[in-house]
């Protein structure tokens, strides 16, 4: 089992920033890629960014160039910087592991408004 603690949400200004975290604990060896994903009111939830343990990036390309997924030295940290936020970037962001099995976090909430 893997547990996921996700951190850094809140209420932003269009234009504005915010660094999203998220812990991974338990048996983390089996993790090959972490990611984020979110899921707006009404909306079916969507993928974000992803990351491998080689380090190989993916993003939606809704985000590129905006957001930056990276992972802490010991692999059980994700985190996704974003820049320029916009109001259609609100929305409940999952953290996501994948391995054996995959795993999710318990969500933070975004909210961009002015």
């Known amino acids: 089992q893997v547990q996921l603690v996700e951190s850094g949400g809140g209420l932003v200004q269009p234009g504005g920033s915010l660094r999203l975290s998220c812990a991974a604990s338990g048996n983390i060896l089996r993790l090959n890629a972490m990611g984020w994903y979110r899921q707006a009111p009404g909306k079916q939830r969507e993928f974000v960014a992803t990351?491998?343990?080689?380090?190989?990036?993916n993003y939606a390309d809704s985000v590129k160039g905006r957001f930056t997924i990276s992972r802490g030295n010991a692999k059980n940290t994700v985190a996704l910087q974003m820049n320029s936020l916009k109001p259609e970037d609100t929305a409940v962001y999952y953290c996501?592991?994948?391995?054996?099995?995959?795993?999710w976090g318990q969500g933070t909430q975004v909210t961009v408004s002015s």
């Open positions: 996501k592991a994948e391995g054996w099995d995959d795993y």
């Open positions: 990351i491998t343990n080689a380090g190989t990036t």
